[in-house]
């Protein structure tokens, strides 16, 4: 194995720990229900959501910097990374749930319709990550990998009208933000964009 695919493969692994230690959690706590998990998953999920995102404008800000360098050439595996823990979120929202018909019965409400057009959102992104979806698609790869966007903004919609804690809500995507702004600013200032960044999309 050469040093880029060991990198990667301790990427992966690095990136499965939380998953591991949920599904760990719930398979050996008797006193754990469904329902307590949701937080750390969709949590996890929404954060790797934000880290793919920030990595076009961070590029911008800090062009030569080598951890911006490698987080930018792994940024797929974090998008892909979103998904996983946002279907997790899903598995335990349903094993609370219990039935289709109390699913169905909340599926109208703001903060629950929001967190299925964000699951939505990214399953295409996720379903088409890879090098030979890329040579298919062509240039439409790129607008299916900015569904991440809409993905985000429901995200946080749900964190807002469903969960605790509005204000770490708000400090996780403050990045996110702040950083869109900055790239909103030079493309209206006329910079041009950084050599870092990416011509893959959002998930690359």
């Known amino acids: 194995m050469n040093r880029a695919a060991a990198g990667k493969a301790l990427l992966w692994a690095l ?6 230690l949920i599904v760990r959690r719930y398979l050996t706590d008797e006193d754990l229900w469904p ?22 404008p ?13 987080l930018v050439r792994n940024r797929r595996a974090f998008g892909v990374a979103a998904f996983g823990y946002g279907l997790l979120h899903l598995v335990f929202y349903v094993l609370d749930m219990e039935t289709v018909r109390n699913i169905l019965a909340e599926i109208g409400a703001l ?18 990550s890879n090098d030979a979806s890329m040579r298919w698609l062509r240039r439409s790869w790129k607008r299916v990998q900015r569904l991440a ?18 204000t770490e809500a ?26 870092q960044k990416l011509n893959q999309g959002v998930s690359s």
């Open 111 to 128: 903060g629950i319709w929001t967190a299925w057009a964000a699951f939505f959102c990214l399953l295409p992104m996720a379903i088409t």
């Open 149 to 166: 966007y809409p993905a985000a903004i429901l995200t946080l919609l749900h964190w807002m009208f469903v969960h605790d804690g509005l």
């Open 58 to 70: 961070l590029s911008m800000l800090l062009p030569r910097a080598p951890w911006v360098r490698w």
């Open 170 to 195: 708000l400090l996780t995507f403050a990045p996110l933000a702040a950083l869109t702004l900055y790239r909103l600013a030079r493309s209206l200032g006329g910079s041009r964009p950084s050599p």
């Open 15 to 20: 990136l499965a720990i939380p998953a591991l």
């Open 35 to 56: 329902g307590d998990l949701l937080q750390p998953t969709g949590l996890w999920s929404a954060r790797l959501i934000v880290l793919a995102l920030i990595l076009t």
